[in-house]
């Protein structure tokens, strides 16, 4: 051994009697963590003093002077590779025996200024956002250096693109969130992850705000039972979305950014919240929408989901409805009719309203849409004859689509010549091709009237060709009243057969003679189409006749109250 080799004896002095053994050593390093050093054997082994003496600094309690521990040697490159991969661990646990140095106080601090301090920079916390840059890449782990002397690790198995490729490489700078600082080890992740550390992470998210991931892994009365990595959280189902959850069941399975709103009985109690999210990213969206946003602009949106009562729109992080009177010209029952979730379509702006309920946008497709009256008010006017389909039936008539889009209504009365309609279905049916004939255009309110039965022409436009006085007819009793009988003689003529014209004698009533339904043969008695009046008569041909040349005659029921011209009787049966 040369001189140079020689240890160095530590500096001693005398035990007294009656002086407790002295402590181990104990390492003081530069962030105040305890390290032991092993007391006899440093002593007393023999060290190998390097040209610049490296270390930590040591005070040996028993002496109270500083001493210089020296690392041990280093691994080789592969064995250091192999250990950081499977366990990325700072240091081991165990102490290690090592050679010291003794020396006075001055010498310590010489060696310090030649070189021996700590690096400096400030200890990543969790929740941290920090760049790094990658510098080596095993199987299992990778290692960041993050600058000043601080080194971290990540997972590879938690940085896999959609290819299945790593994404993590040698060289790669990139940001990275400290998710776990634990037994000195700085663990980096892509976003902060309850896989490791989970509790303390939870709680740190719940302190900073940070979102976490998780996975909606069931429901439950109330809410649902979201997965964070390994922690279960409550999410209520009112925090699951910003509008009301008609179907919870379609949230299973999927994964979302969730808010951690409490943490109770040391972790055993998590509540999340995904809509507080939403409902910041929405506010966010409206004030930079709102900025721009202008009544009356048209602009591109998506369908986001669908009501009875229209569609929701989502037009650049805003939402507005499209009532189902706005989808389009034609009307519909379900705004499914004509959209569907997801569908991009065009909209125009018609309010922007602030409620105490929030913000509200009302939108219209129809008004992006060519006017379809518009391009038909050039076939569709008064008196025109047309050709439609029997869109829909209500109570008071029939809707008949006459144009694209366009559509008009025939009202009951104007359905048939020969009978009174009660209901539209006793004369047509949804589908059905008809012949109509326009009655009137209303443009402003978008109406139009029209007519089956002027369509089919005016049977009483030839009556007086088709029926003269003394013809023979038939027909049945449509009605019967104490002035006399109807007598429906088909083709849309209904004539009068009246109480002084069947021959009853005293105070007996036509209820006496006919019952309803009944087929009656008659002559006929005049026929005035201008007035669309025609009456019977049960006398002979002669008496026909007579009464002819007589004039038109005013019927009574007998008694002494004058009930005006067949006309008048007409038109009071029918009002």
């Known amino acids: 051994m040369t001189d140079e080799e020689t240890p160095v004896e530590p500096i001693v002095r005398k035990k007294d009697a009656d002086e407790p053994e002295a402590p181990t050593p104990v390492d003081f390093a530069d962030d105040g963590e305890e390290a032991v050093v092993a007391p006899a054997a440093a002593a007393a082994a023999p060290a190998t003093p390097a040209p610049v003496p490296t270390g930590r600094r040591v005070v040996d309690m028993a002496t109270h002077n500083p001493q210089l521990v020296r690392p041990p040697a280093a691994a080789p490159p592969e064995a250091i ?11 081991a646990a165990e102490p290690v025996g090592v050679r010291v140095q003794a020396g006075s106080l001055e010498d310590f601090e010489a060696l310090l200024a030649e070189g021996g301090s700590a690096p400096s920079g400030a200890r990543p916390e969790v929740g941290d956002r920090v760049e790094g840059t990658v510098t080596s890449v095993g199987q299992k782990w990778a290692y960041i250096d993050l600058g000043a002397g601080s080194e971290g690790v990540a997972r590879t198995a938690d940085f896999i693109d959609r290819n ?8 790669l700078s990139r940001a990275f969130f400290v998710v776990s600082t634990s037994d000195g080890t700085v663990t980096l992740g892509d976003q902060l992850s309850t896989r490791e550390a989970v509790m303390d992470t939870i709680e740190t998210a719940a302190e900073s705000g940070v979102p976490l991931s998780g996975r909606v892994a069931s429901k439950n009365k109330g809410g ?19 509008a009301f959850t ?4 379609q949230h299973i399975g999927r994964s979302y950014q969730f808010r951690v709103m409490e943490v109770r009985d040391g972790g055993r109690s998590i509540v999340v919240s995904r809509a507080e999210l939403l409902r910041e990213a929405q506010a966010q969206a409206e004030q930079q929408m709102l900025a721009t946003l202008e009544e009356g602009m048209t602009l591109d949106g998506t369908i986001t989901r669908l009501a009875d009562f229209g569609a929701f729109v989502d037009i650049g992080g805003v939402e507005g409805l499209i009532h189902v009177s706005e989808l389009g010209f034609s009307r519909v029952e379900h705004p499914s009719e004509l959209v569907k979730q997801g569908e991009r379509v065009r909209v125009k702006v018609l309010k922007i309203e602030q409620s105490d309920r929030g913000l509200r946008i009302g939108l219209s497709m129809k008004e992006t ?16 004859k047309l050709t439609g389909t029997v869109n829909r039936l209500e109570a008071f008539g029939a809707f008949v689509e006459v144009a694209p889009n366009v559509e008009g209504l025939v009202h009951v009365s104007e359905m048939s010549w020969e009978k009174h309609v ?24 978008h109406r139009i009237a029209l007519s089956l039965k002027e369509s089919a022409g005016d049977p009483w436009n ?39 014209e069947m021959g009853l004698s005293g105070s007996a009533t036509p209820h006496a003679m006919f019952t309803r339904g009944d087929s009656v043969s008659a002559r006929v008695l005049s026929v005035e189409p201008a007035r669309r009046r025609l009456s019977l008569t049960l006398k002979s041909a002669e008496d026909v006749a007579d009464t002819v040349n007589e004039g038109p005659r005013t019927y009574a029921d007998g008694g002494s109250t004058g009930l005006g011209t067949l006309g008048d009787l007409l038109k009071d049966r029918f009002k």
């Open 164 to 171: 299945g490729d790593q994404e993590l490489v040698a060289g």
């Open 422 to 445: 009660k209901r539209p279905s006793d004369i047509v049916s949804v589908g059905q091709v008809v012949s109509v004939e326009v009655l009137d255009v209303d443009l402003i309110r």
């Open 246 to 249: 008609e179907d919870p069941d």
């Open 462 to 500: 030839t009556a007086s060709e088709a029926y003269v006085p003394g013809q023979e007819v038939s027909g049945s009793v449509e009605n019967i009243e104490d002035f006399g009988a109807f007598i429906n003689l088909g083709g849309g003529i209904t004539a009068l057969l009246p109480r002084s």
């Open 224 to 242: 649902f039972e979201i997965d964070l990595g390994g922690a279960m959280a409550f999410c209520p189902i009112s925090q699951i979305e910003l």
């Open 81 to 91: 590779l192999q250990e950081r991969d499977e366990r990325p661990a700072a240091a």
């Open 369 to 384: 849409m060519e006017d379809p009256w518009e391009a038909a008010m050039g076939v569709i006017f008064a008196g025109a």
